[in-house]
């Protein structure tokens, strides 16, 4: 499959999944309302998934929409949320925006720019092309550099391709895979690397491009540690099972 935005000026929903992020939703509300000059209409749907602070509030008060999840049920449940509107109302692509600080606003036109090439996902890669060369402002701890380079390895193994940042969590989608995704897209911890490999199994073109990204603005990772651990190992059993599932 190839994606294509529509001629002229494509409406764009930028799904912002975001829970208990008061410290730094407001600036990066106010950084995307910003930006005159994209080559895209571009709105904004905040998905508060179950915050106990005000980041529901705030986004509100930016004069956002706002899709509250009952309680917190994680990222992924949060974006087939915002795929689901993006599909409903009729968007012709999608940009997925962390709430956290670590992308700049800024560079959803790179992320446009490889949608309009023809690509159906595009991921913003925190190094380059090249796995040694990182943005300069990122700075993943020792555990997680590892956990990367082991999920670059397992990406390649599961699709033949080269991905060298798999889970990214800044990206562009075209209106049929926002289709795909709105109907199924995985719930789990590790998302972003899970619906990576399910894009190409489906035929999905995917593309990368580079951006700055930054260590997070404020809070802690929701999984770190051993936990961090089971969440890779699941993934892993999940995606064997898909491919044995795909292959009968």
């Known amino acids: 499959m190839e994606g294509q935005l529509a001629a002229g000026r494509p409406r764009i929903l930028v799904i912002v999944p975001a829970f208990n992020e008061e410290e730094s939703i407001d600036a990066l509300l106010q950084r995307v309302a910003s930006l005159s000059d994209s080559s895209a209409t571009l709105d904004v749907l905040v998905v508060d998934d179950g915050s106990i602070d005000a980041t529901a509030a705030i986004a509100r008060r930016a004069g956002v929409a706002v899709a509250p999840m009952p309680v917190h049920l994680g990222i992924g449940a949060a974006l087939r949320t915002g795929f689901r509107h993006a599909h409903d109302a009729g968007y012709d692509g999608a940009v997925q925006l962390d709430a956290d600080g670590q992308h700049d606003p800024e560079e959803i036109e790179r992320i446009l720019a490889g949608l309009a090439e023809g690509a159906d996902l595009v991921i913003g890669t925190r190094f380059g092309h090249d796995d040694d060369i990182r943005a300069p402002n990122y700075r993943p701890s020792a555990y997680r550099a590892l956990a990367m380079r082991w999920l670059r390895l397992g990406v390649r ?8 940042d798999p889970s990214s969590g800044f990206r ?17 911890y590790l998302e972003s690397v899970e619906s990576l490999i399910t894009a190409h199994l489906l035929g999905f073109s995917v593309a990368e491009v580079p951006i700055t990204g930054r260590t997070r603005v404020s809070g802690v990772p929701s999984h770190r540690g051993h936990r961090l651990g089971f969440h890779y190992l699941r993934m892993w059993t999940a995606l064997m099972l898909l491919r044995r599932r795909r292959a009968s």
Do not use: C, E, R
Request: avoid cysteine.
């Open 172 to 188: 562009g989608f075209s209106a049929p895979l926002v289709a795909s995704f709105a109907a199924d897209y995985p719930l789990d």
């Open 157 to 164: 193994l599961h699709t033949g391709a080269h991905h060298s």
